[in-house]
């Protein structure tokens, strides 16, 4: 087995994003604990695994910054714009069959208490602040388990997969200073991340996975992924 | 309505029910609480052959997808097409209205390898209940 610091990895557009996340929760071993950052090769926009790619892609053509890619996620959720944001993965054990709002908030507080360490407001948006009908778009404003700053703007929202006894989580980072501080960033939520799982998390990805991720880039950079419903 | 006395589950707490040939699948009452509000149901279509413990359909709930798994091998022959307008039914009537597909077992005997739905209350007394495949 040969690994490759996550940081080595060179910057991927969408598919290969999404390719390399599935090839991880297929892959990676029973127990293992992966958190990833992406580098971005352009801007591109992700969006739900059950969103209409009518709904995402009039998104891209009314954003001011020309999306290059438009990809349906594997995980749930809303549309996002990868433009300013930093993106990371997390892939890890989900083997009890357990409500995804438990994972998100466990997800969150430890991302959110992180950014706290470096002097970032974070605060998880409270349950009951539920606020109407569910958003289109993961930035519209904030859901329960949401990482929020001082003035209650979302900073980090992310979706959920799980398949077998894996799970998936994907999320966006948008906070100020962003990409001077992206060092700063990463450790922080690292840290926070790794309290919460433990010592086993690792920034490590297989050489084998990359090569799975090869062979999945093609479905999630096809009309019949994307464009499906 | 197949009645849950007359059904086999998965330990991925999917149902089957065999009715005349033809096998009825869904998600136990027990997978659906933890799942928790179903927005999205996306059954297997007609045609596609699926193997038992197939990864063959996904529903989605609060920002987070699932995948819904097999009994038996056979073919789909039938999808809940209800679901498209109203994925909630698999939480209001996980062994009714909300079943999700129809099978053509491949080998109808396959079922017999199932738990017993008195074995399935057991099985949801012991860890093992929680674990995925």
């Known amino acids: 087995m040969q690994t490759v610091p996550d940081q080595l990895i060179p910057s991927l557009n969408a598919s290969r994003q999404m390719a390399l996340d599935e090839a991880l929760l297929a892959c990676a071993p029973e127990a293992s604990i992966i958190l990833r950052f992406y580098r971005w090769s352009g801007p591109a926009l992700t969006f739900g695994y059950s969103q209409p790619y009518a709904l995402a892609l009039a998104a891209a053509r009314r954003r001011v910054i020309p999306v290059a890619e438009v990809v349906r996620r594997a995980t749930g959720g809303g549309i996002v714009f990868h433009d300013g944001d930093l993106t990371f993965s997390l892939c890890f054990p989900w083997t009890r069959l357990s409500p995804p709002a438990e994972i998100y908030a466990k997800i969150h507080g430890a991302a959110a208490a992180g950014l706290r360490e470096m002097g970032v407001a974070a605060e998880l948006w409270p349950a009951r602040k539920q606020l109407g009908e569910r958003p289109a778009q993961c930035f519209i404003g904030p859901e329960p388990s949401d990482v929020v700053d001082g003035r209650d703007r979302k900073i980090l929202g992310g979706a959920l997969r799980r398949r077998s006894a894996r799970g998936l989580y994907q999320g966006s980072l948008r906070v100020e200073g962003w990409p001077r501080n992206r060092p700063q960033l990463e450790a922080a939520l690292a840290r926070g991340l790794g309290r919460a799982w433990g010592s086993e998390l690792s920034q490590e990805i297989d050489s084998a996975w990359l090569t799975q991720a090869d062979a999945l880039a093609d479905k999630y950079g096809s009309d019949g992924w994307n464009q499906r419903r | ?133």
């Open chain 2, 1 to 133: 309505m197949p009645k849950p006395e007359n059904c086999r589950f998965t330990k991925t707490h999917e149902w089957v029910c065999l009715e005349g040939g033809t096998a009825t699948v869904g998600v136990t009452d027990h997978a659906q609480r933890e799942i928790t509000d179903i927005v999205f149901a996306e059954p297997p279509k007609p045609g596609r052959q699926v193997k038992a413990g197939e990864a063959c359909c996904v529903v989605e709930s609060v920002k987070a997808a699932f995948d819904i798994y097999a009994p038996i091998a056979g073919e789909v022959v039938a999808a809940n097409e209800a679901l498209a307008k109203d994925a909630a039914v698999v939480n209001r009537s996980p062994q009714d209205e909300g079943w999700l597909f129809k099978l053509k077992p491949a080998n109808p005997g396959e079922v017999n390898k199932l738990m017993d739905w008195d074995s399935y209350q057991a099985f949801l007394q012991t860890a093992d209940a929680h674990a995925g495949h």
